[in-house]
């Protein structure tokens, strides 16, 4: 297992003994496991991420990937899309321009989502791990969340009247609820009714609403209709970008890590999105016990990102772009000569 969860390891076999009491994991000797699931055995490392600065408590990540390679052998034919800030803008400015009612938003969160959707036993030996090295072997996992909640949410909508004012937007396990006019009141309540008879619990200490809340990162405000981002999020960015310029290298580990918040932050920035691209150039470069240099183009680029999300957090709602048809052509070539750009408007002639 990884550091952090031996050096946590108490509080990581709690939650382990949590599951086992909720029948979400099973435990067995190695002897059972290698007779019940011979070669399909793969035992994963345990991770711990802390949940506060204090680590008072930790979520426990089970790791597919490194050493066993289970999840690069999962194929997807259907991958899902979850909705990102451009979505979200389009359906607030959509909900703006609607009927002037008296309007509410809700965030919620499902608990342990991922956690509900029972799993084929032959497929448990796939999804097993170890507190300690001579200890028992246990099993667990989950994957068909994202059908369960598309299913739940369709007859949902199905459930309420066809003319209500209400969206419903969800990211993995987060859900933005809108709900406008004279009973907007109700449509909301309905959604929880509807959450509570299908039991699908709902981690009631993070659902929030009112006229503004913070959902996938993203401040969302219906008194002055803006979206973008809290300062606290923007003063943790700040924070982070003058210690690692200032000490000019870092752990692939911690970049990476930093770069995934940035990359929800950049939802925020449009136009700062395309400075991203040498971060992530080196982040695919990066092993996680790598210590690096910065280069100066991705110092660069850190300093330019902080700086334009300090001075516009929280932007007015716009227009969702039109489709205008072609407007310009442009290519790009690259030698031991040089480099060149070149384009041209094709608003009136593709005549170049």
Same mark, same amino acid.
């Given at each position: 297992?990884?550091?952090?969860?031996?050096?946590?390891?108490?509080?990581?076999?709690?939650?382990?003994?949590?599951?086992?009491?909720?029948?979400?994991?099973?435990?067995?000797?190695?002897?059972?496991?290698?007779?019940? +699931?011979?070669?399909?055995?793969?035992?994963?490392?345990?991770?711990?991420?802390?949940?506060?600065?204090?680590?008072?408590?930790?979520?426990?990540?089970?790791?597919?990937?490194?050493?066993?390679?289970?999840?690069?052998?999962?194929?997807?034919?259907?991958?899902?899309?979850? @909705?990102?800030?451009?979505?979200?803008?389009?359906?607030?400015?959509?909900?703006?321009?609607?009927?002037?009612? @008296?309007?509410?938003?809700?965030?919620?969160?499902?608990?342990?989502?991922?956690?509900?959707?029972?799993?084929?036993?032959?497929?448990?030996?796939?999804?097993?791990?170890?507190?300690?090295?001579?200890?028992?072997?246990?099993?667990?996992?989950?994957?068909?969340?994202?059908?369960?909640?598309?299913?739940? +949410?369709?007859?949902?909508?199905?459930?309420?009247?066809?003319?209500?004012?209400?969206?419903?937007?969800?990211?993995?396990?987060?859900?933005?609820?809108?709900?406008?006019?004279?009973?907007?009141?109700?449509?909301?309540?309905?959604?929880?009714?509807?959450?509570?008879?299908?039991?699908?619990?709902?981690?009631?200490?993070?659902?929030?609403?009112? +006229?503004?809340?913070?959902?996938?990162?993203?401040?969302?405000?219906?008194?002055?209709?803006?979206?973008?981002?809290?300062?606290?999020?923007?003063?943790?960015?700040?924070?982070?970008?003058?210690?690692?310029?200032?000490?000019?290298?870092?752990?692939?580990?911690? +970049?990476?890590?930093?770069?995934?918040?940035?990359?929800?932050?950049?939802?925020?920035?449009?136009?700062?999105?395309?400075?991203?691209?040498?971060?992530?150039?080196?982040?695919?470069?990066?092993?996680?016990?790598?210590?690096?240099?910065?280069?100066?183009?991705?110092?660069?680029?850190?300093?330019?990102?902080?700086?334009?999300?300090?001075?516009?957090?929280?932007?007015?709602?716009?227009? @969702?772009?039109?489709?205008?048809?072609?407007?310009?052509?442009?290519?790009?070539?690259?030698?031991?000569?040089?480099?060149?750009?070149?384009?041209?408007?094709?608003?009136?002639?593709?005549?170049?």
């Amino acid at each position: 297992n990884y550091r952090s969860a031996t050096e946590h390891l108490d509080k990581v076999k709690h939650h382990i003994e949590q599951d086992i009491k909720r029948g979400w994991v099973v435990e067995m000797t190695k002897e059972e496991a290698d007779r019940k +699931f011979g070669d399909e055995l793969q035992i994963a490392s345990l991770g711990a991420v802390p949940k506060d600065q204090e680590w008072s408590d930790v979520r426990v990540v089970h790791d597919g990937t490194h050493g066993i390679q289970v999840n690069s052998r999962i194929t997807q034919p259907n991958r899902m899309e979850f @909705p990102q800030f451009d979505d979200l803008q389009s359906v607030l400015r959509s909900f703006q321009l609607d009927d002037p009612s @008296p309007k509410m938003l809700c965030a919620f969160d499902i608990k342990s989502a991922h956690r509900l959707i029972p799993i084929q036993p032959e497929d448990w030996g796939l999804l097993a791990f170890r507190l300690e090295e001579t200890g028992p072997v246990y099993a667990s996992a989950s994957f068909w969340w994202g059908r369960v909640a598309g299913t739940l +949410f369709r007859v949902l909508h199905h459930v309420l009247p066809w003319e209500a004012l209400f969206y419903l937007l969800l990211f993995a396990d987060y859900g933005l609820i809108l709900a406008g006019g004279e009973d907007y009141h109700r449509y909301i309540l309905a959604t929880f009714i509807f959450l509570e008879v299908m039991e699908v619990p709902l981690s009631w200490k993070k659902t929030r609403g009112g +006229f503004s809340a913070e959902w996938i990162g993203y401040t969302v405000d219906i008194t002055s209709w803006t979206l973008g981002v809290s300062p606290k999020k923007v003063d943790w960015l700040v924070k982070w970008v003058e210690a690692t310029n200032a000490e000019g290298r870092i752990l692939g580990r911690d +970049f990476r890590a930093g770069l995934g918040r940035m990359g929800f932050l950049a939802g925020a920035v449009k136009g700062a999105r395309p400075f991203l691209a040498p971060l992530y150039a080196l982040a695919a470069k990066l092993g996680n016990t790598t210590f690096t240099e910065l280069p100066m183009a991705v110092r660069l680029a850190l300093e330019f990102f902080a700086e334009w999300l300090v001075k516009d957090p929280m932007k007015p709602l716009s227009d @969702p772009p039109g489709v205008a048809g072609e407007v310009f052509r442009v290519d790009a070539m690259a030698s031991e000569q040089g480099i060149r750009v070149g384009g041209w408007e094709t608003y009136h002639s593709t005549n170049p």
